[in-house]
């Protein structure tokens, strides 16, 4: 069903699609509360502010309880979807990650879905609910799904790590592309989360992520999940540290993986520049220090030149002026 939704289909076809995949991720979640009950997450303690203000939490699960929370997360995410104003370049990019999750958190093998039926009976959504509640619900819901690939991305990065030790190239390659469909999804949440009024953010949701209403003001640095991911990043480039040109020369198909992959993690901080401009323009960030010289979109683009930086020499089409730019100024 997520590989079915058109996202550039017309917009009563493609909300009848996104409605069909939410029912079948409601079948799944049923089928798979047939085998395990779920875990009450909101009974399981907070590890930071920002786990209990998104609503995540950690904790030991089974095979069958992963599958389960993931395919709730999904079948959330497609459920606001059906509303949701997002771009189809985005809406393709979440649906690709989304369906990634669903086959690895339940172990099916793509293709093995081809003689499912589409539900009969779709439920359309609910028109009563205040906008206001729905955008405050959505920013939240698109954050879970955006932890969701945080944790996935960093599994299969991980993965190939350790296959590439063992010798497993085309093991690792799998686990690699895996990976990038999950970073690619990265942005695509974030811009998810973000279809609500920017006005509605700043006088609305902003002001919930710092004091008063929280301890601390939330960043970004206390996600976990995407703590794992980079964690695993760092690891997978200790095992393939060699240049672009190096790696191709002897493992092509290898450098074109990783290259892919670090490509789409660039991208990804590239669009959360312009994510956050679009939301808050050019004001500092809740998490700043308010005698530090720059703003939440200057901070965000000074780590997006950092990484491109890291990665100019491993990627085929690497950022070099950048790479230079920063050599120079780290021997200034």
Request: aromatic letters at 6%.
């Amino acid at each position: 069903m997520l590989a079915g939704v058109a996202a550039y289909d017309r917009p009563v076809e493609r909300a009848l699609a996104l409605r069909q995949a939410a029912a079948a991720a409601g079948g799944l979640v049923v089928s798979l509360s047939d085998l395990t009950p779920a875990v009450a997450g909101e009974e399981l303690p907070a590890e930071s502010t920002s786990q209990s203000y998104f609503r995540v939490r950690e904790g030991e699960l089974s095979d069958q309880q992963a599958a389960l929370h993931g395919v709730l997360v999904v079948h959330r995410g497609l459920e606001d979807l059906c509303d949701a104003p997002l771009s189809g370049a985005d809406l393709a990019l979440e649906a690709a990650g989304m369906r990634q999750a669903v086959l690895d958190l339940t172990g099916a093998a793509p293709g093995a879905d081809r003689d499912f039926a589409a539900p009969v009976a779709v439920s359309e959504r609910s028109a009563d609910a205040p906008l206001e509640s729905v955008w405050s619900a959505r920013w939240l819901i698109g954050h879970q799904v955006h932890v969701l690939f945080n944790v996935c991305a960093a599994v299969a990065v991980a993965d190939a790590a350790d296959h590439l030790r063992r010798g497993d190239g085309d093991a690792a390659l799998r686990r690699l592309a895996d990976a990038t469909v999950y970073v690619r999804g990265f942005p695509a949440a974030m811009a998810h989360a973000s279809t609500v009024p920017a006005d509605y953010y700043m006088a609305a949701i902003r002001q919930t992520m710092a004091p008063p209403s929280v301890d601390i003001p939330l960043s970004g640095r206390q996600h976990r999940g995407y703590k794992l991911f980079r964690t695993a990043m760092r690891d997978l480039l200790a095992v393939v540290p060699e240049s672009y040109e190096q790696l191709a020369a002897r493992a092509p198909e290898l450098a074109e993986a990783r290259g892919a992959l670090l490509e789409a993690d660039i991208v990804d901080s590239e669009r959360h520049v312009t994510l956050a401009y679009s939301m808050v323009h050019l004001d500092r960030s809740i998490a700043q220090r308010s005698d530090g010289p720059d703003n939440a979109v200057a901070e965000l683009r000074h780590m997006r030149h950092r990484r491109a930086a890291q990665y100019a020499s491993l990627i085929r089409f690497g950022d070099h002026y950048i790479a230079d730019a920063v050599a120079e100024l780290r021997h200034s």
